[in-house]
């Protein structure tokens, strides 16, 4: 199964074309590549390469009277303890940069339990 570090090691198209499976449910290849505005030779490397990694699978099918696939997104592993302190939920998760010289973090550090308890 593939994991986050998976998906974090994507190029922006693969990311993208990733992004694209998982919103669409599933997409012909033929879709694929012309939703991204990618040529059919890059849009047909990125789904091997999202293939390869477990991120999805395909399956050759007649689409429009042509052969082409039909790409599935795959599950993705993740690691929850990354969200964790302790048994604390991270407030900041939805946040993309985080501040660690923020009062808001500072605030947050300081109401864990100490390691020490």
């Known amino acids: ?3 986050y570090r998976d998906v974090k090691n994507l190029s922006a198209d693969e990311k993208n074309g990733l992004k694209f499976i998982y919103e669409s449910g599933g997409t012909h290849q033929s879709s694929f590549w012309k939703n991204l505005g990618l040529t059919s030779a890059k849009g ?3 789904i091997s390469k999202l293939v390869d990694l477990d991120l999805a699978t395909k399956e050759s099918v007649t689409f429009e009277g042509s052969k082409t696939y039909f790409v599935r997104p795959l599950p993705i592993e993740i690691d929850y303890s990354l969200l964790m302190a302790e048994d604390h939920l991270s407030p ?4 993309r940069d985080i501040d660690e ?3 808001e973090f500072t605030q947050w550090i300081l109401s864990l339990p100490s390691l020490e308890d």
């Open 1 to 3: 199964m593939a994991t």
């Open 44 to 46: 047909g490397k990125i």
């Open 92 to 95: 900041f998760i939805s946040q």
């Open 101 to 103: 010289n923020s009062v």
